[in-house]
Antibody, heavy 118, light 106 residues
């Protein structure tokens, strides 16, 4: 069974840093693009970042320069390093598998909650 | 970036009703559209991809259609377990973009 599991969400103050982790079972995570997608409380879905199997990265404008996505294919992990956190970063963060070259976000993790507040 | 306009934002219907949601893209996305269901407190789940293909295990009362910039999602015979928020997502042009969501209630 394909599963993605996120961890690392926490309650932090503005300006703090946090690292989220994503691991997978039922498939080899290192063979797929992975997205991080977030959902603020009561709001819709926002694409945050993406990483290819080779490690090429991309970021949404709201997090560019503050967030860094990386991966360790040997141990089946993807990470999201979040720096200079703001109140507006409060959200559930989902790790999402991307199917092949199609771009389809086919499997989603259960999400991990990041709360930024003073 | 592509903008996705989804409507309505909320709908209330009765069990057994047929309900339809639409999604308009700001440019041609050539059928690269999925529909996701998010039940309260749960992660989103893909129901339909490539505009009209049903994911394995998804009941056939769910269907999708459309082309170019305009797409639709239909539940034919609404069931109590269909209470959820539904999102469209385009994946033709990077970065992926989502509609604002439609909350479906009974």
């Amino acid at each position: 069974e394909v599963q993605l599991v996120e961890s690392g969400g926490d309650f932090v103050q503005p300006g703090a840093s946090l690292r989220l982790s994503c691991t997978a079972s039922g498939f080899t995570l290192g063979n797929y693009d992975v997205y991080w997608i977030r959902q603020a409380p009561g709001e819709g879905l926002e694409w945050v970042s993406g990483i290819t199997p080779a490690g090429d990265t991309s970021y949404g404008d709201s997090v560019k320069g503050r967030f860094i996505v990386s991966r360790e294919n040997a141990i089946n992990f993807v990470y999201l390093q979040m720096n200079s956190l703001r109140d507006g970063d409060t959200a559930v963060y989902y790790c999402v598998r991307v199917w092949g070259a199609t771009g389809l976000s086919d499997y989603w993790g259960q999400g991990t909650l990041v709360t930024v507040s003073s | 970036d592509i903008q996705m306009t989804q409507s309505p934002s909320f709908l209330s219907a009765s069990v057994g009703d047929r309900v339809t949601i639409t999604c308009q893209a700001s440019q041609d996305i050539d059928g690269s559209l999925s529909w996701l269901q998010q039940r309260p407190g749960r992660a989103p789940k893909v129901l339909i991809y490539d505009a009209s293909r049903l994911e394995v295990g998804v009941p056939p009362r769910f269907s999708g259609g459309g082309s170019g910039t305009l797409y639709s999602f239909t539940i034919s015979g609404l069931q109590p377990e269909d209470i959820a928020t539904y999102y469209c997502q385009q994946y033709q042009i990077f970065p992926p973009a989502f509609g604002g969501g439609t909350r479906v209630d009974i």
